[in-house]
């Protein structure tokens, strides 16, 4: 068997063999403060419709309650930084701004082969067993990345890297083996708070600190219902996700663009028209976001996001696409239509709004017509 410091040698240069920037080993037992965290953040109930984290959460808190036999945990994590700047589009309002990480191919397929190659040699060279996480299982990869000296955790409560600033995806590798850990990487935020102060929503109550239930990313990817009312303005033309609290960091200066093929942006994901999403058959959705991570949340939440985008537009050409989604089979489309025809067109909305509100059978969606009638709701 390999020794253990060869071994671990031989992972991290296989890691780079497989296109991750990084790798470095950690304990199990190295976040024993992760889990009070996690209870304070679900007792505020700030983690708001996400109920898989609560019945997730004693796994969460220690890796090896997820898998008692762990000895060591190889982090990896790969560069996917922009190749310009992704806050531009935000000036673009007929257009719809999908988070960096969304515009390729899905990280999870991209990532896990890989993580399950290097795993494989792993255990040829040095015995033992191994299992792959990459976002798909209860493991607080960024509590562990920066115990193995990854990064740290930033204000914005992401990770965040001296060498690669904000733009990491994350993998891990648990293993049976004993390898040498690294050393944990210290704070480099000081007094910079860039990434609270450009947050649209105020989503962070204090550094370190995140309400997902303001969340532009929570919002717009792990919400399902309609969107609060107050917060939909703030949200502007963002479609999937946001990145303005990763974009500012002043630590990407020191980044480079992601060298991945299949994670690179599709032309068609940089900036795609509102006008023409809003268009989009369940047909049409599938094969614009085929491979992409976008696709998880459906047609109908993807329409959601879109038409509070056309809303934010100022466009007022834009309602006669938000108009015919008036009569879209999902309540959560129909709701978001009438509040962007409200706010582009409401002397055409009060025409047949009435109407249309006594016809109406979802509970939500007649809301939605009270508060464009400006009636009182319950």
Same mark, same amino acid.
């Given at each position: ?192 708070? +860039?990434? #609270?102060?450009?947050?649209?929503? !105020?989503? @962070?109550?204090?550094?370190? $600190?995140? *309400? ?119 309540p959560v489309v129909r709701g978001a239509a009438i509040w962007?025809? +409200?706010? #582009?067109?409401?002397?055409?909305? !009060?025409? @047949?709004?009435?109407?249309? $509100?006594? *016809? ?19």
């Amino acid at each position: 068997m390999t020794a253990p410091a060869a071994l671990k040698a031989a992972i991290i240069a296989a890691a780079r063999d497989h296109g991750f920037e990084v790798a470095a080993v950690v304990r199990p037992d190295a976040i024993p403060d992760a889990g009070r965290g996690l209870a304070a953040f679900l007792a505020s109930g700030a983690h708001g419709d996400m109920t898989w984290m609560e019945a997730t959460a004693a796994r969460r808190s220690d890796p090896r309650a997820l898998w008692d036999e762990v000895r060591t945990i190889v982090m990896l994590g790969l560069n996917y930084g922009p190749d310009r700047d992704p806050l531009d589009i935000l000036g673009r309002p007929d257009r719809g701004a999908i988070s960096v990480y969304a515009q390729g191919d899905d990280y999870h397929e991209v990532i896990k082969p890989r993580l399950k190659a290097i795993a494989r040699m792993m255990v040829a060279a040095g015995g033992g067993d191994a299992k792959v996480f990459v976002d798909t299982a209860p493991v607080m990869e960024k509590p562990l990345a920066a115990q193995a000296g990854l990064g740290w955790q930033g204000k914005h409560t992401n990770l965040v890297s001296r060498e690669l600033g904000s733009w990491l995806f994350l993998g891990a590798i648990f293993t049976t083996l004993e390898l040498p850990a690294d050393a944990p990487e210290r704070d480099h935020c000081g007094s910079c708070r +860039a990434c #609270l102060d450009v947050c649209p929503t !105020a989503a @962070f109550p204090a550094p370190y $600190r995140l *309400d997902a239930r303001r969340c532009i990313s929570y919002l717009t990817i792990e919400h399902k219902g309609p969107i609060r009312h107050d917060l939909r303005p703030l949200i502007g033309n963002r479609i999937y996700g946001c990145d303005d609290c990763l974009a500012v960091c002043p630590w990407n200066k020191f980044a480079r663009a992601g060298r991945d093929a299949k994670l690179a942006a599709r032309d068609q994901l940089r900036a795609p028209r509102l006008r023409d999403l809003a268009r989009l058959d369940d047909a049409g959705f599938r094969r614009l976001f085929a491979k992409s991570p976008v696709k998880r949340i459906g047609r109908d939440r993807f329409l959601r996001n879109v038409l509070i985008a056309i809303g934010n537009s100022g466009d007022p050409s834009l309602a006669d696409d938000a108009e015919r989604l008036l009569d879209d089979p999902a309540p959560v489309v129909r709701g978001a239509a009438i509040w962007a025809v +409200a706010v #582009l067109a409401p002397r055409r909305l !009060a025409g @047949f709004a009435r109407a249309r $509100r006594h *016809d109406e059978t979802d509970a939500a969606v007649r809301r939605e017509w009270d508060v464009a009638l400006g009636e009182p709701v319950a």
